[in-house]
């Protein structure tokens, strides 16, 4: 706690609030971000990413709403893939440092 009365955050504010999974759960919400993103790019509705995505439109309603925990890391790679990105997966040596390891979405 500094002197100021506030915390400095760990990068992670699912961590930060104990959410059980908070690597996890980060990974996804950035994944989602980018999803979203594409879509408001596009004018994209969500009934028509719900039939890019071979899921229900109340479905997408929720994974933008932060309520992505039916759907995995695998699944929202998918999506991205349907939306006509390319996805890469770059594993790299821990460069030490002050922070342990981490997944993250670039």
Do not use: C, W, Y
Request: a neutral charge; charged letters at 25%; hydrophobic letters at 40%.
């Amino acid at each position: 706690m500094s002197d100021k009365g506030h915390e400095i955050g760990s990068g992670n504010v699912f961590k930060d609030i104990g959410v059980p999974n908070a690597e996890e759960h980060f990974v996804k919400a950035q994944l989602v971000f980018k999803i979203d993103t594409i879509m408001r790019e596009r004018g994209m509705k969500q009934a028509d990413a719900a039939d890019l995505f071979g899921v229900r439109q109340p479905d997408i309603s929720k994974m933008l709403r932060g309520e992505f925990r039916q759907f995995s890391v695998e699944r929202l790679l998918r999506f991205l893939v349907a939306l006509n990105h390319d996805v890469e997966i770059v594993i790299t040596p821990h460069r030490g440092g002050n922070h342990a390891p981490a997944l993250r979405v670039a």
